[in-house]
């Protein structure tokens, strides 16, 4: 029997369930009340990414599969060998339509300039959402995201799922504790650029569109452009400002988001970035983005948290590491009152100097699976620790460096709570025009 199968009695016992979790939908409130044992999910983009996702959250025994939907029929392959019988769609539109009140929960696992229009249009049927990094395509899309999420009440998680590891958690943890006294700034790197999968900086010549691609649907909220091969679908819609968000957008949400939890910071109030030049279609090559933020409980006043990427990194003297050893090759270094601390993407975090930290004695952490933590909060109604409250500012925060970033040079101002910079320019980058179909309402 395949793991989706299952019997009229359990599917009568969802459709009450479900049927009664669309009257729960009170603004603010978590779904509280619709505790349940089992989660009709349905899964946007099947492969890549999607594919790790649906298969980490269709492990957990509460989750049943409602639908898979994917543009490219080609790529339904693995998600049918690991789950038999699943009704395929290639428009999530018609998707949700035809399901109606026969799903309860959506994995979002497109390239990023779909999260919002897919996110969004399943909060407004009350879905709750497990959404890739970077949460969203736009500052404004991240905001509104989150807003929707509070208003009606559904249960949330980026896919970052590293956030819920234990080298991540420790990090965290060491910080919190104090291990290096306050922080006085941040240096974060990864070694990948945002143009480097397809080495182009125009547009390429067109192709004939593969017959299992839907192009149209591809595209989704972006302008129309012709189909072209080994480009944009798959993975390389990255180093593309339409689709995706460069290296920063790759990487931010993942190695800025144990920053963001250990100093306790939200909103910046300034970005500054200096790259290699940039155009109007593919993202910086190695580039520079420096954040300023308010001082919290972790920090020593204002901090500054610097993102290089493309080969750059901080100068190594600063992480107080023994000469023979190299930062990692992605990561952050804090840097304290009291000592640096290393933290690798993905590797445990290394105190330093050493000999201070020799008799150190490091808490026991836990590390958990982010996927399931999602589905079990969902289940038991509870909020997650990587909700779209928390993952909004995060990628508010990484898609304002994308803004400066098309702003070389420019110091720019935020003012997160009138949602305004003191740059004219910048203030347009912070959205942008959706093709007809695929637009995000705002909240
Ligand atoms: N958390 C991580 O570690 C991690 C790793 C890789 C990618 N990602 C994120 O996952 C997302 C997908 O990245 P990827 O590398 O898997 O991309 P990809 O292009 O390799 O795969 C995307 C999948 O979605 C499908 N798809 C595209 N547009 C669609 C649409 N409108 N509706 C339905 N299906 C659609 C594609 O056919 C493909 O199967 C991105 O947001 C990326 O940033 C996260």
Redesign the pocket.
Known sequence: MSRNSQSSGRRQFLKQSVALSGLLGAPGVLRAATRRRQLNVAA???????WSDLNNIGTHAGVHFAGF????SS?FDKADAAYPGVKHWAD?REMFEQLGTGFDAVIV????H??APVAMAAMKMGKHVYC??PLTHTVWEARQLNQMAAKVGVITQM???IHSAKEYRLGVRLIQDGAIGKVQAVHSWVGVQGRQYCQRTDRPATAEVPASVNWD??L?AAQERPFAADVY???K?RDWQDFGSGALG?FGCHILDPVFTALGIRHPISIHAENSGTTTEVWPGPETVTWKFRGTKYTTGPIEVVWRDGGLKPPAELAGMPTERQLPAAGSLFIGEGGTMVLPHVGMPQLYPADRFADYKLPEVAGASHWHAWVDAVLAGQKTTDGFDYAGPLTETVQLGNVAARLPGMTIEWNAESFRTNVPAADRLLTKSYRSGFEVPGV
């Open positions: 946007v983009g099947v492969n890549g990414m999607g939907c994917d543009i490219d790529r999530y696992s497109t390239p990023d779909m999260h890739q990094k896919g970052n799922q649907l591809w989704g679908h798959p993975f819609w790759d």
